[in-house]
């Protein structure tokens, strides 16, 4: 197990909303919802075969970037990742999601 970024370029299909998404090496959620699936162990390794949907749970602003939170629904771990600009946090933050 590796403790060092992997860069993993994958398109997939979003569990929690069917949106299409096109990876890009360091996408781990969904741009539409704003879910993920928690499958690496450290990022981009696809090492945990937890595979729980990761529900966004927060988003923190610090330095003028946002990160996102969210927590697994099968083993509820929490995990951090920093957002992409085609995220769709407008939704998220209105409270629509």
Same mark, same amino acid.
């Given at each position: 197990?590796?403790?060092?970024?992997?860069?993993?370029?994958?398109?997939?299909?979003?569990?929690?909303?069917?949106?299409?998404?096109?990876?890009?090496?360091?996408?781990?959620? +969904?741009? $539409? #919802?704003?879910?993920?699936?928690?499958?690496?162990?450290? =990022?981009? !390794?696809?090492? &945990?075969?937890? *595979?729980?949907?990761?529900?966004?749970?927060?988003?923190?602003?610090?330095?003028?970037?946002?990160?996102?939170?969210?927590? +697994?629904? $099968? #083993?509820?771990?929490?995990?951090?990742?920093?957002?992409? =600009?085609? !995220?769709?946090? &407008?939704?998220? *933050?209105?409270?629509?999601?």
């Amino acid at each position: 197990m590796s403790s060092t970024f992997k860069r993993t370029i994958e398109n997939f299909t979003c569990a929690h909303c069917g949106a299409e998404v096109i990876g890009n090496g360091y996408t781990d959620h +969904c741009p $539409k #919802c704003l879910w993920g699936l928690h499958v690496d162990d450290f =990022p981009g !390794d696809r090492a &945990n075969p937890c *595979l729980g949907l990761m529900k966004p749970i927060g988003v923190d602003l610090a330095k003028g970037d946002y990160t996102l939170s969210y927590q +697994c629904e $099968k #083993c509820h771990i929490i995990k951090t990742n920093k957002t992409a =600009p085609d !995220d769709e946090l &407008n939704k998220y *933050l209105t409270g629509m999601l």
